[in-house]
């Protein structure tokens, strides 16, 4: 009867072989071939204050993922539209603060003052604000 605590040769290179190969795949996929390019993204936002989507959201383009200054996602703001401004708004200090253009219209903050659509996407974030409410 075979010790079964005991490994041949035999098995224990079977099971060098899978570790390393699997090793080698997860390194594979997991490695991406070049950096990730960085998008550019107009945002068109309802309101733009503390503790809102768009302070959570946009704050995370410009200030990265945990809002400190570190890295966060392949993303640039290339412009800025808010619908509603409030004496709480965040939207003017944090665009002067990363030199992000704040215009008046959702077109101009789409084609970012131009003729065409030069940004990769465009992020909608509407919730809250001061809006009528009708029959329907």
């Given at each position: 009867?075979?010790?079964?605590?005991?490994?041949?040769?035999?098995?224990?290179?079977?099971s060098a072989a899978a570790i390393a190969s699997g090793a080698a795949v997860k390194h594979a996929v997991a490695?991406?071939?070049?950096?990730i390019?960085?998008?550019?993204?107009?945002?068109?936002?309802?309101?733009?204050?503390?503790?809102?989507?768009?302070?959570?959201?946009?704050g995370k383009i410009l200030e990265g993922w945990k809002q400190d200054?570190?890295?966060?996602?392949?993303?640039?703001?290339?412009?800025?539209?808010?619908?509603?401004v409030s004496d709480r708004d965040l939207s003017r200090q944090m665009a002067?603060?990363?030199n992000v253009p704040i215009f008046d219209t959702i077109e101009k903050?789409?084609?970012?003052?131009?003729?065409?659509?030069?940004?990769?996407?465009?992020?909608?974030?509407?919730?809250h604000g001061d809006y009528p409410l009708n029959a329907k």
């Open positions: 009867m075979k010790n079964p605590r005991l490994i041949t040769r035999r098995d224990w290179l079977a490695a991406p071939a070049s950096p390019k960085t998008k550019s993204v107009a945002a068109i936002v309802s309101i733009y204050e503390p503790k809102t989507h768009s302070d959570v959201l946009i200054g570190g890295a966060g996602p392949a993303l640039q703001l290339s412009s800025l539209y808010v619908d509603q002067a603060k990363y903050a789409v084609t970012v003052g131009t003729d065409r659509i030069p940004v990769d996407g465009v992020i909608s974030i509407g919730e």
